[in-house]
């Protein structure tokens, strides 16, 4: 596996460099920037998942990176740059009131409370008229340039979500690997024996949260600038930026470092292209089709898309060696038949 785990980083990120060059239609680079983007928020939220959280309340931090860029750069002339690093911390910051749930609580109840927090949030942002505009929501200048991370071509962003996309995988492979990730891995099956070995708990899954918070505020920043408007609809969206990348992370393989890519991957053209061709007369169609298809992939697959096609490799390598052996002990019995 080690090596073959070069060419595995190597090739698919060649081939994402490289993308921009092929593909000119501006309807697709945008496509691809939204796998991008879902891709990070999706690798982000799995960093929760290594030590067995599941999340639904990543569009809080979403949310909070996004308005922090917007009403930093709007309202106070802060350089969109600066901004995205004060998006990481603040939507850090704002990962804390989820602290008290996730030490206390566990399973759909933790679940429950973060998606909770979303919808606080979302009203919040409602409410604060003075600093969010409420519904009406914030625009950000027009002013292009890569300071000002605004572009009137698509290509820019996509290598400015490609850089962070990237970014996000290195970070969350350094915690697989890492002594935090071996925590979480133990966390997730038995923390009560893994705290009575003298391991603080607690601690462990609080840096996750931080991380994971950090990591997609920075994208809810970025999505910000991307997208010019933003409101509380769509920036606190438990479906958009809370549901959507769990379901990813399911599909593709809750816990795993390629599950999430592979989920965002398939995942988010799919559901783009659903909604675009069953848009108007049959509209709702599109959410009948995604199902299906999660309920499909889920019941197949139960351990994600990786695990299953890893399932099916060995499968297939014992059957080719059973074989193989098979044929050696026939041809050996022909011989001392003879």
């Known amino acids: 596996m080690k090596k073959l785990s070069l060419p595995w980083i190597i090739i698919p990120t060649t081939v994402a460099l490289l993308l921009p060059l092929f593909l000119r239609d501006q309807y697709f680079l945008h496509i691809s920037v939204l796998i991008l983007i879902y891709t990070g928020v999706t690798v982000a939220w799995n960093i929760m998942s290594f030590g067995g959280v599941l999340s639904l309340g990543h569009a809080a931090f979403f949310g909070i990176g996004a308005y922090t860029v917007s009403i930093l750069y709007v309202d106070y002339g802060v350089n969109p740059w600066l901004g995205i690093l004060a998006a990481i911390i603040f939507a850090a910051v704002g990962s804390l009131v989820l602290a008290i749930p996730l030490l206390r609580l566990r399973g759909p109840f933790f679940t429950l409370a973060t998606l909770a927090y979303v919808e606080v949030l979302?009203?919040?942002?409602i409410w604060a008229v003075p600093v969010t505009n409420g519904s009406v929501g914030i625009t950000t200048?027009?002013?292009?340039?890569?300071?000002?991370?605004?572009?009137?071509?698509?290509?820019?962003?996509?290598?400015?979500?490609?850089?962070?996309?990237?970014a996000a995988i290195a970070i969350s492979i350094w915690i697989y690997?890492?002594?935090?990730?071996?925590?979480?891995?133990?966390?997730?099956?038995?923390?009560?024996a893994v705290r009575a070995l003298g391991v603080r708990t607690n601690r462990v899954k609080l840096g996750s949260l931080l991380i994971s918070a950090g990591m997609t505020g920075a994208f809810g920043a970025f999505a910000a600038l991307y997208f010019f408007v933003i409101e509380p609809d769509t920036q606190f969206s438990a479906t958009l930026y809370s549901i959507q990348p769990a379901l990813n992370g399911i599909i593709g393989g809750m816990g795993t470092i390629a599950g999430p890519i592979v989920g965002a991957i398939i995942m988010t053209p799919l559901g783009e292209w659903l909604r675009v061709t069953f848009s108007g007369a049959s509209q709702g169609v599109n959410f009948m089709i995604y199902g299906a298809?999660?309920?499909?992939?889920?019941?197949?697959?139960?351990?994600?898309?990786?695990e299953g096609f890893r399932a099916i490799a060995r499968k297939t390598r014992r059957g080719g060696k059973g074989r193989g052996g098979k044929r050696s002990a026939d041809a050996k019995t022909t011989k001392e038949g003879e």
């Open 122 to 125: 979302r009203l919040l942002a």
């Open 141 to 166: 200048p027009p002013t292009q340039g890569l300071a000002y991370i605004s572009f009137e071509s698509r290509q820019p962003y996509y290598y400015i979500a490609l850089a962070f996309t990237l």
């Open 293 to 306: 298809v999660l309920i499909i992939i889920v019941r197949l697959m139960p351990g994600g898309l990786v």
């Open 177 to 192: 690997r890492s002594k935090l990730g071996y925590h979480l891995r133990a966390v997730a099956t038995d923390e009560d």
